[in-house]
């Protein structure tokens, strides 16, 4: 059974950063294409950010330029770096793999990142 774990959301200013990062039990990063998804309140969960299997990443308009999506293979940990964040991207962020023939694996608790003044 995978579980995902994400973590280091937190509260911060317009134009801060955080990075989150998403840790799965088992090696299975190298396996799948892998996402950060982000959910605000009222509104359906989005995916954001995507990485291939060869490392080709993509996302989605309202956040280019400003994240970055990696992974650590050996780590079993991928990553999201977010850069000049915006009220708007305030949401509880999760990591899945949107790519996976059975669709996603179970969700996890997701990490909450708040941006405000």
């Known amino acids: 059974q995978v579980q995902l774990v994400e973590s280091g959301g937190g509260l911060v200013q317009p134009g801060g950063s955080l990075r989150l990062s998403c840790a799965a039990s088992?090696?299975?990063?190298?396996?799948?294409?892998w996402g950060w998804y982000r959910q605000a309140p009222g509104k359906q969960r989005e995916l954001v950010a995507s990485?291939?299997?060869?490392?080709?990443?993509n996302y989605a308009d309202s956040v280019k330029g400003r994240f970055t999506i990696s992974r650590d293979n050996a780590k079993n940990t991928m990553y999201l770096q977010m850069n000049s964040l915006k009220p708007e991207d305030t949401a509880v962020y999760f990591c899945?793999?949107?790519?996976?023939?059975?669709?996603?694996?179970?969700w996890g608790q997701g990490t909450q990142v708040t941006v405000s003044s």
């Open positions: 899945n793999a949107p790519s996976r023939v059975g669709g996603p694996f179970d």
């Open positions: 088992g090696s299975i990063f190298s396996l799948f294409a």
């Open positions: 990485i291939t299997l060869s490392g080709r990443t």
